[in-house]
């Protein structure tokens, strides 16, 4: 197992289903099962899955000053996010390239819940308290269990009153199995799903009764390496996977922009006034590549760093491929040259000892409408 700073009191169930415990973001995390990887992209996909996404940084803000360090901090107006909402953003740096991206739970008047990966924003806010009317507590001890899947509402609702209405994108909080939870309507999987943040000293209890109860709604324990299946399909980045700290361009620093990540909608309508604005909006057009869609004959995934050539002309680079056992395609997200970014075009892929033809597609792959996971009732 590598050494992490970081625990996930699962970390002896994660163990017992053949996890070696691999390190993501500082926590010791099940990259996989001895169970097969497609057989848990099918579950979710078909079923549900219960994934231990508590590797994710969990950051209490609060205070009278907490709202305005968000909203200059993110490009979300976070006046529009009431107690019980919840919104997807991103933070940039000074030159307007993104370094991180989170959920914003607010929680009360004067408090907020800040969920995020591997970037740079805990940093940021750390920063932004000094000398503020707030306080910023990173909070490892909260757990946060993510059970994504079409029969995840119909489990949850033997067990909490009221979560079959509870929005996309609303939190809510509760009980489950006699713990204190918050359950979230969010997920990493395009699937209509919920995360439940709870204590760590009761994870166990919480994941095990899931498991139990559940079985016979076809719920079954996920590794974290089923996320590249399922965010392939459903066009959801990585930071910093599908970034340029993965693929530096020669002459440029690190940092993409949100118009190349296709992450642009994340400003709120109207907002001019958060780090980094007056370089984003200067930005727009002048975009080095696109994040763009691969559909590839056969049943061979691309590999992560593959190049994609048109003739003898590199023109884009795999960051995530997969292989779907439900639609029997071979699918992944690459960054293209600009005029690539456009359905149809022939491609071929040099991954490894394999060439493998196909062309551009948009995305996302799966449920391109986005109903599954925005359905309400």
């Known amino acids: 197992m590598t050494t992490s ?9 994660h163990r017992a289903l053949g996890s070696s ?26 079923k549900a899955g219960l994934m231990d996404v508590s590797g994710l940084k969990k950051l209490h ?87 994504q899947g079409p029969v995840a509402v119909d489990f949850l609702d033997r067990h909490v009153p009221g979560i079959r209405q509870l929005n ?30 709870c204590k760590g000293v009761d994870a166990p209890k919480i994941w095990d009764s899931i498991l139990e109860d559940g079985k016979p709604d076809g719920i079954v324990p996920v590794c974290f390496t089923a996320l590249d299946l399922l965010r392939v399909e459903s066009y959801l980045l990585f930071y910093p996977y599908d970034n340029s700290e993965m693929y530096p361009f020669e002459q440029d620093l690190a940092g993409d922009t949100l118009w190349e990540l296709g992450l642009d909608f994340t400003v709120s309508p109207g907002k001019t006034n958060f780090r980094g604005a007056p370089a984003h909006f200067a930005l727009k057009g002048r975009e080095r590549f696109k994040i763009y869609g691969l559909l590839l004959d056969g049943t061979v995934a691309a590999e992560a760093g593959a190049g994609v050539y048109d003739g003898e002309t590199k023109v884009g680079v795999v960051t995530c491929g997969m292989v779907s056992t439900l639609t ?24 490894g000892q394999e060439t493998l033809s196909g062309i551009t597609h948009e995305l996302p792959f799966d449920d391109p409408q986005k109903k599954k996971r925005t359905v309400k009732g």
């Open 61 to 147: 803000l609060v205070g009278p000053h907490a709202s305005a360090i968000l909203d200059y901090a993110t490009t979300r107006n976070v006046q529009k996010i009431t107690p019980g909402r919840s919104a997807y953003a991103a933070a940039l740096n000074d030159e307007g390239k993104f370094i991180d991206d989170c959920i914003l739970y607010r929680t009360g008047p004067n408090s907020w819940m800040v969920v995020h990966g591997a970037g740079g924003l805990h940093d940021m806010l750390s920063a932004a308290v000094v000398g503020r009317n707030a306080a910023l507590l990173f909070d490892d001890d909260l757990h946060d269990l993510s059970l």
């Open 5 to 13: 700073w970081r625990s996930s009191t699962l970390a002896d169930r």
């Open 328 to 351: 029997g395609q071979s699918m992944a997200l690459a960054r293209m040259d600009v005029p690539y970014a456009t359905s149809g075009k022939a491609i071929v892929v040099r991954s």
């Open 168 to 197: 996309y994108f609303h939190h809510m909080q509760t009980t489950l199995f006699g713990a204190p939870v918050m359950i979230s309507r969010t997920g990493y999987t395009g699937e209509r799903g919920y995360e439940i943040f």
């Open 21 to 46: 415990l691999e390190d993501w973001n500082g926590m010791a995390t099940a990259w996989t099962y001895n169970s097969d990887v497609q057989d848990h992209h099918v579950a979710v996909r078909s």
